[in-house]
């Protein structure tokens, strides 16, 4: 019997499958990437669309509560996170929101990410997401044009209806909100945001019209070079953004090219309906964790077929398409079985801590995942090995999708340092390969 050698064992594909045959969106053709085997210059350059833009990084952060921690803890860890991220040269971050329950211990993503807004000058701040079933839309539309215009543009309002949770007994919305009601919301929410005058007629809101203050459509202050490369803050040492734009988070545009004011939008999708509703109303949309690249390739088909169907073209998808995120899991690590081990060692008892505490509105019965299952999945969908490893990932995500914006949960190691040196390590040593 061969014998296989402590370097091949390595090399072999970890984390990374190659692509099963699945609906061609694109004249790109599939291509296998294999973990710790850089792509060919062909592969990286040579098969993307002419207009394909950059891959684009961002840290997905829960302010996940893992046993035996506090909540100023996992808060504090989000906070210090998202500073590393902008240091390390991170597009993005993505914030995350949840109530009464330790899987994440932020009740407001676009409370938290004002304070990250306060807290840094150049990288993108997201909701991913802001639950439309609980919150009023005048009243988050309100928030989401403050921090728009305060920040110069930095923020993206990502949108989403959440789960079947007390939550919707506890503010009054109802399981109606969570079933029916969030295309609705959605709208109002819209209106809003790109409007001056906003009233409402719907079984669910109805108020006469009103002035929108502040308007999201007023015209950003753009902040000077010297500010936006930190160079007039006494703070030391700055490195240099690789890929945060001075142009917001989505860069939104409507169907035909032109720039949309106001805070971009993103809807996370689970569904078809979510699928259809963010295709018909021209958004991007946020693909969840558990989405391989075949399920991804599906979403993207529908939506496809959905747009279409709304009288929209083929150039307009393609620029809207530039701009749907993914979310993922990135561990970085020396070998690809340290950095699955620091995952599998802390993940599982979040998930079952965290996710187990979840109380559905009406009783109705919910499984979960196996908590050791559905982590070794997600190491192996998504960018955990070596810096190699990670890139070729992405990449291959990238290439075979066309998605090129991502959202990484940067702290499934649960602990404060290790999350810190896992996002100086995305930046240092993943980045660079994504170019």
């Known amino acids: 019997m061969t014998k296989t050698s402590p370097r091949a064992e390595t090399r072999r594909p970890v984390g990374v499958r190659p692509p099963a045959p699945g609906p061609a969106l694109t004249s790109v053709p599939p291509l ?20 394909t833009a950059p891959v684009r990084v961002g840290a997905f952060l829960l302010s996940a509560q893992f046993p035996g921690q506090t909540h100023g803890e996992a808060l504090e860890r989000t906070v210090r996170a998202a500073v590393e991220a902008e240091r390390a040269g991170l597009d993005s971050v993505w914030l995350a929101e949840h109530h009464f329950v330790p899987y994440g211990v932020c009740p407001d993503a676009a409370t938290l990410a004002a304070l990250l807004l306060g807290r840094t000058r150049r990288i993108g701040v997201g909701t991913a997401v802001s639950v439309l079933s609980t919150r009023h839309p005048v009243a988050l539309g309100e928030q989401a044009a403050l921090l728009h215009l305060t920040s110069g543009g930095r923020f993206t309002l990502g949108v989403g209806r959440g789960g079947p949770w007390i939550d919707l007994d506890v503010f009054g919305s109802g399981v109606e909100a969570f079933e029916n009601g969030f ?21 669910q809101f109805s108020f006469p019209e009103v002035p929108v203050v502040p308007q999201a459509t007023e015209s950003l202050r753009r902040p000077g070079l010297g500010s936006w490369l930190g160079l007039d803050e006494p703070s030391g040492p700055v490195r240099f953004p690789r890929q945060r734009q001075d142009t917001g988070l989505g860069e939104e ?21 979510g699928v259809r509703l963010a295709a018909e109303r021209g958004l991007p949309m946020l693909l969840g964790m558990h989405s391989g690249d075949d399920d991804k390739l599906r979403m993207l088909e529908l939506y496809r077929t959905a747009w279409l169907a709304a009288g929209r073209g083929e150039e307009q998808l393609r620029r809207i398409s530039r701009q749907h995120v993914a979310a993922g899991v990135a561990q970085v690590d020396d070998r690809a079985s340290e950095a699955r081990a620091t995952l599998l060692n802390a993940m599982p008892g979040w ?30 969908l998504h960018a955990v090995g070596t810096p190699k490893q990670c890139a070729d990932r992405l990449l291959a995500t990238a290439e075979r999708t066309g998605i090129r914006r991502f959202a990484l949960l940067a702290e499934g190691s649960g602990d404060h340092e290790t999350t810190l040196h896992n996002i100086a390590r995305l930046g240092s040593e993943v980045l660079p390969q994504l170019s």
Do not use: I
């Open 253 to 273: 545009r409507n169907p035909a090219g032109r720039p949309v004011a106001g805070p971009p939008v993103v809807v996370a999708c689970t569904s078809p309906n």
């Open 32 to 51: 296998t990437a294999v973990a710790g085997e850089p792509l060919t210059a062909a592969q990286r350059t040579g098969t993307l669309p002419p207009n």
């Open 183 to 203: 295309p609705e919301r959605l709208d109002l929410l819209l209106r809003w945001l790109r409007g001056s005058q906003v009233g409402a007629d719907g079984p």
């Open 351 to 380: 998930f079952e801590y965290g996710l187990g505490a979840h109380r559905t509105v009406d009783g109705r019965e919910r499984k979960m995942r196996d908590p050791h299952q559905y982590t070794e999945l997600l190491c192996d």
